[in-house]
């Protein structure tokens, strides 16, 4: 299994610039989740998904959307990019197993992303 | 909303010394996990605590849960190089699922060789 992939790994935007950040897990998870990392600031949960056709926010939805056609995919789109937008990526993928002995996060590499 | 709060924010340690990462949460968690994240990489789950008062130790790694169920600790008895990165604890938002994850900001740890 390749577990979680990203792509691309870096971009370079310019501001107002839109993209699509990938994410795919092969590991038929239900859960997955968009999170991004600042210096100092931990990582934030932008969007998350629990299932095929269905997406909730996080804690910093604002400025990308997203959307699950299939359990596999879990792109994130950034419609107009911004500057504050500049972060390292994180898409993240979990399963259910059940009562209070849940699911663990599995991470895929990131995608660094630089809006000039 | 939920907060939880991790200190230190970094420690450099000599190799050998041990070194101690507290984390605190505003509300009572159903469970708490912890991340390492190595330079350039990204978070590796290590562990996940869920009864008060747990204690699990993985080699040079001790975790303990609190009574309380919102504060949590990683202890690492003489540290090694390898032991180089940032420590993350994360617990569920209200709710328990851990597909919602609130995480600390984390703790840095540099080890002098």
């Known amino acids: 299994n390749a577990g979680v992939t990203q792509t691309p790994k870096f971009q370079v935007l310019k501001t107002g610039q839109s993209m699509t950040l990938q994410c795919a897990q092969d590991?038929?998870?239900?859960?997955m989740s968009w999170y991004r990392q600042d210096p100092g600031m931990g990582l934030r949960l932008i969007h998350y998904s629990v299932g095929a056709g269905i997406t909730d926010q996080g804690e910093v939805p604002n400025g990308y959307n997203v959307s699950r056609s299939t359990t596999e995919d879990f792109p994130l789109r950034l419609l107009s990019a911004a500057p504050s937008q500049t972060s390292v990526y994180f898409c993240?993928?979990?399963?259910?197993?059940?009562?209070?002995?849940?699911?663990?996060?599995?991470f895929g590499p990131g995608t660094r992303l630089l809006v000039l | 909303g939920q907060q939880v709060m991790q200190i230190p924010q970094y420690q450099h340690v000599q190799e050998g010394e041990d070194f101690t990462t507290y984390c605190n949460s505003s509300t009572t968690l159903s469970n708490i996990q912890w991340y390492k994240q190595r330079p350039g990489g990204h978070p590796v789950f290590l562990i996940q605590?869920?009864?008060?008062?747990e204690v699990k130790k993985q080699k040079r790694l001790t975790f303990q849960f609190g009574e309380a169920k919102k504060n949590s600790s990683l202890h690492i008895t003489a540290t090694q190089t390898t032991d180089v990165g940032t420590y993350f604890c994360a617990g569920p938002n209200s709710g328990g699922s851990n597909y919602k994850l609130t995480f600390g900001k984390g703790t840095l740890l540099t080890v002098n060789p």
């Open positions: 605590l869920v009864k008060s008062g």
């Open positions: 590991m038929n998870h239900e859960y």
């Open positions: 993240a993928s979990s399963y259910s197993s059940g009562g209070a002995s849940g699911e663990t996060q599995y």
